[in-house]
């Protein structure tokens, strides 16, 4: 599911921790001076002479509720995150049999917290760390699955799914299904008692599945990806566990056999198992489906038995497939719905179609959920909930939905949807991979949130809503991001009575109640104005806002949608994809830090071009104030002449690609590319990719001297592909990719 890969295009540049010396003193300065301003500049005089009062473009309560369904947080008390510090960590949340007492989360980087289900609960403790066999620095590995004998605690056994630091076969980790013991009587589980049932060998460090049920006749059933080995055709093929729903018997093993095989498996005739490596001679007896990619998170209807299950796509479709015995779901023939025109021989029995699809126009990373049983939502009482990670869309289906449903809209959560979870009453939750938890709802009306209309938000002029309101203060960042070739006018909203606290690393933090605007446009008309805000709780989001062809005012685009301007596709990003380019760790309000905006800027107010930090200086919106702005160096625009050419391919992965690849970051890619990180520091220089080679030989993060072999390259220039960076561009930036070629070509060293 590239569940660490989804960064979206909603930004500008990330914080940046810089202790270096000033670019000057790195390298020889450049030869080229700046451009002159449009409008003569005087040192030390400000664009404008006062603070400008913003009694309007203010962040409102966020919404809460739905027609239908809504989610609320639970447990706010808590928060998963990674080891580095950042979340994007939670995979999974269950509870044991019989027991409401407590919740267990399965977090991605190898451990399994648990805490007591109370409201108010603030601490978890650990149930089992296996972090240090655990490979989780891919892309979509880590500890994925786990599942409680159904007589825990008097079973003392608990099985869990994890990707292994072990390759075996190959470019990806091995994938392992183990057992594990408790010693205190279901307090925590015991690391040295694993017990490894299956092994599955992989090509590849994507599509791994993982998810791990018992069923109601007791067996247990476990979900493996193809191991996205583009070249084979593993999802058809019946002598390996790729790609397949398994099914085996963990109470009747005999001799030397690590399980047993149900006699009503269909291809239980076969005599040996595949468990050394997840292939054999003949077929695998314990396969139960197939024909599956990336089936990411699957669930038994509590009341029918039947399986329910999200198969993640490739380029096009996302699909949810009601599974049964012997089933065939097509992969890679087809694609949801549709032919891939790939060969992949003669399928074993019809191929079945999915019960619902959408494109990723919707969405473009399916979660599987849950069939609602039970009685807080009577609406929704056998339909099954799904939602999307990328989109942050939730739907629902009645179970009888005949094939082949193509969805629309659905509830923009705003989550990053890593899965539901039902609990011993069939009530349902989503796991946001945030770190946070919530609550599947239902509710009639929509309370707080933001306008539908942009002339109706307080933050454009009220007689002409391509001005901005008279309280904000415009703003550029010198090292701007690319957002498909549109032109861009940016302002701030700040509360009157409210300070921008300037950190000691020169990122900013702004307080609640701020708005950040953002115009887009393309052939000269405006197409988008997005509003980023930090809501009065504290939690930042973005809103997109689609203009009229009359250019007189634009509406709310919930949920993301793209559409055909001209020659251009543009997207507009959902509420979720905005948050996962504006990173936590990056603080949030990206391009507003003090080396980007250390330049200066025309004010329409006042009809001066003057430096942005001793403006933001005298009219008194900096805690504390900058101590010298005019001798602060800003970053060199990457496609201007300013810097020398190291320096501006420098500024331009700190401006497009360290919001996310720095300590603490959403991505399981171990680098930094932060502006002042020593390139021998990022761990990016002359280091193998572990997301993924593309087919490159003797691939390289960064080759040193060699553009051709550079994975970081190569992801820059594809589009329409789940491997492209950032993921959610349209268009090739090609200027940035020349940037960064002609760099990498020209490095001789890490050093």
């Not at 309280?471 to 090292?479: F, V």
């Not at 900096?622 to 810097?643: F, M, N």
Request: with cysteine; aromatic share 8%.
């Amino acid at each position: 599911m590239s569940l660490a890969l989804l960064i979206a295009g909603c930004g500008g540049s990330g914080g940046d921790n810089d202790n270096s010396p000033p670019p000057s003193a790195q390298e020889p300065p450049p030869t080229t001076p700046d451009p002159p301003p449009t409008q003569p500049v005087t040192p030390g005089v400000a664009g404008l002479d006062a603070r400008p009062s913003n009694a309007t473009c203010i962040a409102p309560e966020r919404a809460s509720g739905s027609g239908t369904i809504a989610t609320e947080r639970v447990f706010p008390n808590l928060r998963f995150t990674n080891p580095g510090g950042g979340s994007r960590n939670p995979l999974l949340m269950i509870q044991a049999p019989r027991d409401r007492s407590r919740w267990f989360v399965v977090e991605r980087f190898g451990t399994v917290k648990v805490f007591d289900n109370n409201p108010t609960v603030a601490t978890t403790s650990m149930f089992l760390d296996i972090g240090a066999r655990v490979e989780s620095t891919c892309a979509e590995c880590g500890l994925l699955g786990m599942a409680f004998h159904p007589d825990f605690p008097a079973t003392p056994r608990v099985y869990l799914v994890y990707t292994s630091l072990d390759r075996n076969g190959g470019n990806g980790p091995d994938t392992h299904l183990s057992e594990f013991t408790s010693p205190d009587g279901g307090l925590t589980l015991n690391p040295a008692s694993e017990r490894v049932l299956i092994t599955i060998y992989k090509n590849s460090v994507h599509h791994h599945g993982g998810n791990i049920i018992f069923g109601r006749d007791g067996y247990l059933y476990f979900v493996a990806g193809d191991g996205n080995a583009a070249s084979r055709n593993d999802a058809q093929d019946l002598h390996t566990l790729l790609g397949k729903v398994i099914r085996i018997d963990v109470n009747s093993a005999t001799g030397s056999a690590l399980y047993g095989i149900p006699s009503d498996n269909p291809l239980a005739a076969s005599t040996a198992t595949c468990h050394a490596n997840g292939r054999g001679e003949q077929n695998c007896p314990e396969i139960w489906a197939w024909g599956l990619r990336n089936p990411w998170r699957w669930s038994f209807d509590r009341q029918t038995g039947d399986i329910w299950l999200g198969d993640v796509g490739e380029a096009e479709i996302e699909e949810v497939n009601h599974v049964v015995r012997g089933g065939n779901y097509g992969w890679r023939c087809f694609e949801g719905s549709q032919e891939t025109g790939r060969g992949c021989g003669t399928p074993v029995g019809p191929l079945l179609p999915p019960i619902a699809q959408y494109t990723h126009e919707l969405g473009q990373a399916v979660t599987g959920g849950y069939v609602y049983r039970s009685s807080a939502i009577p609406s929704l009482f056998g339909h099954y909930l799904f939602g999307d990670f990328v989109s942050g869309r939730i739907w629902h289906i009645p179970v009888d939905t005949p094939p082949t449903l193509n969805v629309e809209e659905g509830y923009d959560s705003g989550l990053l949807v890593s899965s539901f979870a039902e609990d011993l009453d069939g009530e349902l939750y989503v796991v946001s991979m945030r770190g946070d938890l919530h609550r599947i709802t239902g509710s009639g009306t929509v309370t707080g949130g933001v306008a539908t209309q942009l002339s109706a938000t307080g933050c454009v002029d009220p007689n002409n809503a391509t001005a901005p309101a008279s309280g904000l203060i415009p703003y550029e960042p010198t090292a701007a991001f690319w957002s498909d070739g549109a032109d861009k006018q940016r302002w701030i909203g700040l509360p009157d009575g409210q300070n921008i606290s300037v950190k000691d690393d020169g990122d900013w933090d702004f307080p609640n109640g701020t708005v950040l605007v953002k115009n887009f446009r393309l052939e000269n008309r405006l197409v988008e104005t997005r509003l980023f805000m930090r809501h009065p709780d504290g939690v930042w989001a973005g809103y997109s806002y689609e203009w009229n062809a009359e250019q007189t005012d634009a509406t709310l685009v919930r949920g993301g949608k793209q559409v055909t301007i001209g020659a251009n596709t543009w997207i507009y990003p959902s509420e979720s994809q905005c948050t996962q380019c504006h990173t936590e760790a990056a603080g949030h309000s990206l391009g507003l830090e003090t080396k980007q905006l250390a330049s200066s800027i025309a004010y329409p107010q006042t009809g001066r071009t003057a430096n942005q930090l001793v403006t933001l200086n005298t009219i008194n919106t900096l805690s504390p104030p900058i101590a010298d702005p005019a001798a602060e160096i800003a970053y060199p625009a990457p496609t201007g002449t300013t810097g020398t050419l190291t320096e501006r391919a420098r500024s331009y992965l700190h401006t497009n690609c360290a919001q996310c690849h720095r300590p603490g970051g959403p991505t399981t890619a171990n680098m930094d590319l932060r502006y002042s990180t020593p390139l021998a520091s990022t761990n990016a220089c002359d280091v193998a990719p572990t997301a993924g080679d593309l087919e490159i030989a003797d691939a390289r993060i960064i080759a040193p001297g060699a553009a051709n072999r550079s994975v970081a390259v190569a992801r820059m220039s594809l589009r329409n592909d789940p491997n492209q960076m950032p993921p959610i561009g349209a268009h090739v930036d090609t200027a940035g990719v020349q940037l960064i070629s002609e760099w990498i070509d020209s490095l001789t060293s890490c050093n």
